[in-house]
Structure formats: C-alpha cells, structure tokens
C-alpha cells in the first residue's frame, strides 16, 4: 500500500546499510571492542570551541525571535557570511542573493536538481560516487549516466564528452571525493569546464563540497566557484564543523553562472516547496559566528596515516588519500565477497559496488585510534588469506 | 535554463507572496505603523520557558554527540517521547518505531507523499487549504483533486464520495484549519473515516496538524489517531512551541494502520533521500524535555475575540474560529478584487482564492495588539464603503 517504487527500493536495501547490520549482529556476538567497524563515514570529532560558544552565547542571549521564521532563503546575517567567505575564498564577488541556507549538502542538492530537472533530463555522476545521489536525482525524474572515473580516480574527460546529449541537464561532481579521497585538480576542473562550456547548451555543474576543508598531504582543495562556470556549490558544515546531526548547508549560485538570478529563485522555492521551508534557525545564527572555524583536520590526518601503514602493509594496493575520511583500496577478489570474507574477520568494509566502482572496498578512518589499531591483526590475516603478504 | 514546471510556477508567484510585496512597498510609503497586516501567519510568541531552559541547559552541558547523526528516524529519546505523549492523548498503544523526528510538518509531508505515491496516483485535500498541498503533492508526480468543503467549512462526505476513484490514494486533512479555523468534530471524522474503509482499496489519511494545540471558546481538537483509521499525524512544534524556523516536526503512522510497518520504514527512508536525512539533532533533544509545554494560548485567544470584533461591527460576516491563527471571513466581492480595494486602505489580507476558496479572505491574528486594535478604522471604512454599515 505503500508506492512500489518506494517498496522496490526499501526491497533492494543499501549495502552500507546491511554492513550497519552485520556490524550489529557481530557486535552483539563478539562486544563492540572486537570488531573493527570501517563502514560508515560518521564524523567522529566534536565541534571547534567557536561552535561551542556561539552555541552557548546565543542560548544564553536574551534576544527573541531566534526561533521565528525568516525569508525561505535564510537569515541575511548568514548568507551574508557565506557570500563573503565564498568572496574571499574564490576571489570572485559573490553576492548574498545567490545563497540559500539550506538543511545540509542533501537539502541543497534536492532543492537544485528540483530547480533544474525536467522528467527525462540526464545528469552525469561520476562512479565512485555516493549512491544517494542516485535517489536524488531520481525523486526529481531525472535519469543518472554513470560515468567511470580514469584509474586515479581522477574525471576521465574523454568518457565525460562521450557520454553527454542533448538530453545531459547537469553534472554531479564531489571533490574531495566520497570513497577515494581524490581531489579533482585545477587543470582537470579546467578542462571539465571547456568541455562543459563548448556544449550548445548550458550544463550545470552540482558540486557537492561537504569534504572541502579536509585535506591532508599538505594539499588544498581548488575553489569549485574560481575553477568552473555554471557552478552551484553545494556544502554543508557537517564534516568541517563537525555538525552532521544539525542538518545545516547552503546551495550558493556562482556568480559567472549564465542564469544565476532565476536559478537562485528558483531553488530558494525548492527548498521551500520540498518541505524545508529554511535552514534550522538556530544553527544558521551560529554559523554566522563560526564560519571561519575547522575541526581539527590533523586529527583525521593522523588517523588516515595510521589505517594507511596498516591496510598498505596488509598488502593491500591503496591510493593515498588526499582528502575526505576514506581509504579506497583494491579488492584482492569480487569486493562483495571480500567484504564477506573480511566480516568473518570480524572486519566491516563496504563493497565498492555501493558506490558503483566494483572492485574496490571503503574504509571509513573517523572511527576511534584504538579500533584503528585493534584491527591490524585483522588485516594482516586477510592479507595473508589473499597471499597479499607471506603467511 | 532552470526547469520548465519550476519556472511556470515562479512566473505565476503565489498570491501570499504578491501581498507581501504589496506590504513592503505600502509600508515603504506609509510607514510599518500606518500599514495593517495580516497577510502573514507568523507564530509571533516566544516559545515557552521550557524551551528556553531546554536550550540552554542542552547548551551548556559537557555532553559530546550533541550534534552528531543519529539514526535517520531521530533520536530514540525523542520519538520515545512523542509516542508516549500520542499514546496518552489517543488512548491508543503508539510505538516509537512508528514515529520519524521530521524537518517541520512540512517535511514530514513530503516523506508520506513520496512514501505512497506513484505517478497519477490522486490525493483529494478539502477546499478551502493551504496551497503549498498542491506542490507537495506535484513533487511526488501525485494528482490534486480538490473538493470543497460545506458552508461551514466542515468536510462535505457525499463530495468526497464523489471525488473517490480507484487511484484516490489519500486525504490530506488539516484541523485546525488553515484559513478557516475551523475544528473537524468527532462526528464527521468518524463518518470520514467510515467512508474511506468502505472502499475496495486503501486510502491514507494524511493529517496535517501543526495547529493541534490552538483552540479556542473552550474547544478542544479530538483526536486524529483516536478517530480515524488508516491515518499519518504529520506535526511541527511551529506554533504550539514558537519553533517555526527550527524545523522541527514528526510523522507517526497510527497503530491501526493497516501497513504500518512498511510504511513507517517507508517514511523513514524518503525523510533521508529527500534530503533531510535526519530532524536537527539539538531540537530534537529540547523536544524530549519540552515535549508537554505550550505557548500562552489565551494571548492568541484573546487577540482572535479583538479581531473579530472589529471584523464584524465593521460589518463583515464571518464564523468565528475554534482554533488556528487566522479568521476567515466572507468577501462583499470578488475577492481579488476586495484584497486589492483593502491595500488601498493600508489593509493587507490575503484572497480566498489563494486557499482555492474564493469569495473569502484571511486574516492572520497572529500580529501586534496595536496592529490589530490600529486596524479598526480601515476596516470600518472599507466596511462603510461596501455599504456594511452605515457611513
């Protein structure tokens, strides 16, 4: 009685979400303490002290008002704070108008592909990607064209042009990205771009930034907004300020977006019409105050170097990751299997599958130091299961 | 470059939207003071002290995971809460795993609506409502058809017989109304329901209760769960906390429900593809504590009784409201065309068209004393100039 579409996709489940599952069956089985739980992406550390006291400073304010309604689009205090930070950060001028305060990166993303989506329209995603975008495009009757990345899991710019028709309306890109902790380089975002742009009609590039502050290496992440045209950034302080439960975001137009007045109107709309309405108010106010804050990025980059000596030493082929909080290594066999084989390990990993990139497995590495290094022994016996490393 | 059905709906605004303009120019001429409106329903009352407390308690604790995810339904605290306290006002044993913490009744909306309908599937909503239904219903490819109510804007059930075809999927019922204020009895939501069981097919009931705990001349609202059968209570703290912009709000499948199991997973599953993913987690936890406060009703009350006093010894006739924020009153013309005569008068009401009611207009009460009280000379102009009373 429910809509078969939905039952068919409550039928197919998620693998992330059956890993959750066994992880709890093991857990319930073995104690929490040993099994090494790599499989989901939960951004472990506390806020940065700024969000601490903006939260208690306001808490404590005797303003009213704090919880009223404002305009669809956000407070202007914050969306001002966005667009000079975004300013600062792109070296173009941004203005207020083209943001809307959102509820996180998934509400910016639904309210843009309402915006811009026709029944039919395509949208690229490049595979690995997060298969929540499939879900998203799909409640707005677009139809996704994966699109496979090149082996350093870099946009393939050859199979991007091949894959694009009349029909393309948009592309999702995710730098750092969700599962291999890539960042898209500038020369890449680019070329992407002149691709983009030598197409006869407009292509919106949805870039979903949720990881932009957490790089490691030494590296930085390019500004999406000074590296490609049509661009709609989509972000959400649940990974840099470490507020993932408050579902707080914006969608923010570029500036050099052909049609960026009615575009910023239109998902000003969306986020209204598909029941958002605004961005928690609370949390907006905060924002404002904590904008330039960040977690302690060296933290997650101590804790990726750690599983990283740990899963390369296995034997395991790894590519080093540049951003994000995942490790993205090859799968000794069918990846299905060898997360499987890994449970029996008492070892959780997602398939690469559940990011359409077969082949591979995700290992989440904000989860607690100890876990990291409880699960050495681990890995070194499914290496040596695979003949990674001698027995 | 944006999407065709989004630009054909910017292009025609809502007539909310158009007032509120026309409330900004007017108040740019004449001054905030010198203009009266009561365009906008507008929870202006703090939240209640327990809400204060809870906030900055919550604020000020040493807590960690305040902010983290939690599972997508909500934090268990929470829904243990709103079951226990939908238990108590029902009589009915509700479960937790019945309730989804939602972003506002808004969201809560839109995750039934993608729960149960495939496109073409057709959701009957009362006339007169509140329009955002139609975009609710639009997003998950549903089809609206819309049946008036009777003359004193209580559900007519031989026009819903009629409206019923074997796609009816569901009703959207709203009581309080939203604009007409009016309470839906036991009588007739027991005869509703009678009427919906009697089909071959299952029809959901979507109850839309945001104004549950604001009624007034000693009324109270029955029960949506006690009286009607296959129901979803899709509720937002917005007016009986003052919580509008926190978006904060549940859907509960009732324990009669004939697929409640499915279903409540179905909603669970669309509240995250849709792009909430999860309530805000710190609202949620003041939720838990705050859950059995209230706003100072009898405030609303006694500006609703200030109001309709002025309303109708300007001569206009209107039924008085047993809850919501708003009067409803007859238009002595077209109402377009009257909503446009009262601006002239610094007025400011909506048309009852914008309700798909026409020949009526809302006033929301939810505005200053002095607003209201500033008013009664417009009104009892316009009344005079419509021949209402004498000049």
């Known amino acids: 009685m429910i809509a078969k579409r939905i039952s068919e996709k ?32 939960n951004p472990d550390l506390e806020p940065p002290v700024e969000v601490r006291n903006a939260v208690r400073t306001l808490a404590m304010s005797e303003e009213t008002g704090i919880h009223a309604y404002m305009s669809n689009s956000g407070h202007q205090v914050a969306r001002d704070a966005v667009a000079s930070h975004l300013s600062r950060i792109s070296g173009l001028p941004v203005d207020s108008s083209a943001v809307c305060m959102t509820v996180g990166a998934a509400g910016a993303m639904n309210a843009v592909l309402r915006s811009v989506l026709d029944p039919g329209d395509e949208v690229i995603v490049l595979a690995p ?42 592309i999702i890109v995710n730098s750092p990205n969700n599962p291999s902790g890539v960042i898209y380089d500038e020369e890449t975002l680019h070329r992407l771009d002149q691709l983009l742009l030598s197409q006869d009609h407009l292509i919106h590039i949805i870039s979903d930034e949720p990881y932009a502050e957490l790089a490691y290496n030494g590296k930085s992440v390019p500004s999406s907004l000074a590296n ?3 661009v709609i950034v989509c972000y959400s302080w649940s990974k840099s300020l470490s507020l993932p439960g408050e579902r707080i975001g914006y969608a923010a137009v570029s500036p050099r977006h052909a049609d960026k007045a009615e575009l910023s ?15 928690p108010a609370f949390f907006q106010r905060v924002i404002e105050t ?25 034997g395991f ?26 449970a029996k390990h008492n070892l959780l990993v997602v398939p ?6 077969p082949g591979y497995f995700r290992l989440a590495f904000c989860v607690s130091e100890k876990t990291i290094r409880g699960s050495e022994k681990a890995f070194r016996e499914v290496g040596q299961s695979y003949g990674l490393i001698p027995g």
Do not use: W
């Open 10 to 41: 409550l039928a197919s489940g998620s693998m992330i979400r059956k890993m959750f599952e066994e992880g709890n069956r093991l857990k319930a089985i073995y104690g929490p303490d040993a099994v090494y739980d790599f499989s989901i992406g």
């Open 129 to 170: 990607f997060f298969m929540e975008y499939l879900s998203y495009i799909d409640n707005h009757d677009g139809k996704a064209v994966v699109v496979r990345t090149d082996d350093h899991f870099q946009p393939d710019l050859v199979a991007v042009a091949e894959a694009i028709t009349a029909r393309t309306k948009a």
């Open 228 to 230: 490609l045209t049509n």
């Open 265 to 279: 109107q239109a998902i000003v709309f969306c986020n209204r019409i598909l029941g958002s309405v605004n961005a």
């Open 290 to 314: 904590a904008i330039d804050a960040k977690v302690d990025v060296a933290n997650y980059e101590y804790r990726m170097n750690l599983l990283y000596d740990i899963v390369t030493n296995a």
């Open 317 to 342: 082929r790894c590519q080093k990751p540049d951003g994000a909080l995942y490790l993205f290594p090859k799968a000794p066999e069918d990846d299905v299997a060898f997360a499987a084989n890994c």
């Open 352 to 357: 690469g599958s559940a990011f359409l990139c």
